[in-house]
């Protein structure tokens, strides 16, 4: 059974710094490529950051890009995102998902149940 | 990274049926056939509906369909129920190998 389990989220201070993890189990992990998907409080869902396999390509979403890092460690299965320079506006519950892409098919076929990040002072 | 557009809301009654919108760009929903629907219920993670425009997982109901047009996608549920309310997400590979999702649309079962 495919697991994803967020770790990591908490009230940090506008500025501050918060590394989230997810654990993932149940499939191989270094043979697919995560996301990061974050819902700010009673809004809708917004793609914050994705990464390959193997870890050698990242993408970002341009609200994050230049504060925000995404990696994985595949021995460990498991998915981070190092979020630095923290904004009111990043509060939000933080998902990791598991993107599923092979031949002409994409989708975030599993998700985990979050991990909430507050940012202020 | 403007995000797909989608009704806030729409509502039908028990055994009609609804249509969702989804229109960006010709550099996501007209570029790509990597458009998936999420439906989401109150405190819970979203769920996978619709893949690859039209395609349905395993376990998902075949009242759930998708379609897309030029730069619009559509999802399609027949034959409301109860429990088919919630809120629901389109979302979209872009141009710039990013993803971009629709702001949400609230479906009220009367």
């Known amino acids: 059974e495919v697991q994803l389990v967020e770790s990591g989220g908490g009230l940090v201070q506008p500025g501050g710094s918060l590394r989230l993890s997810c654990a993932a189990s149940?499939?191989?992990?270094?043979?697919?490529?995560m996301n990061w998907v974050r819902q700010a409080p009673g809004k809708g869902l917004e793609w914050v950051s994705g990464i390959n396999g193997g870890g050698g390509s990242t993408y970002y979403a341009d609200s994050v890009k230049g504060r925000f890092t995404i990696s994985r460690d595949n021995s460990k299965n498991t998915l981070y995102l190092q979020m630095n320079s923290l904004r009111a506006e990043d509060t939000a519950l933080y998902y990791c998902?598991?993107?599923?892409?092979?031949?002409?098919?994409?989708?975030?076929?599993?998700w985990g149940q979050g991990t909430l990040v507050t940012v202020s002072s | 990274q403007s995000a797909l557009n989608q009704p806030a809301s729409v509502s039908g009654s028990p055994g009609q049926s609804i249509a969702i919108s989804c229109t960006g760009t010709s550099s996501d929903v007209g570029g790509y056939n990597y458009v998936s629907w999420y439906q989401q219920h109150p405190g819970k993670a979203p769920k996978l509906m619709i893949y690859?425009?039209?395609k349905r997982p395993s376990g998902v109901s075949d009242r759930f369909s998708g379609s897309k047009s030029g730069n619009t996608a559509s999802l399609t549920i027949s034959g409301l129920q109860a429990e088919d309310e919630a809120d629901y997400y389109c979302t979209s590979f872009t141009s710039s190998s990013t993803w971009v999702f629709g702001g949400g649309t609230k479906l009220t079962v009367l």
């Open positions: 998902a598991k993107d599923w892409a092979a031949g002409a098919t994409r989708k975030f076929d599993y």
């Open positions: 149940g499939f191989t992990f270094s043979s697919y490529d």
């Open positions: 690859d425009v039209s």
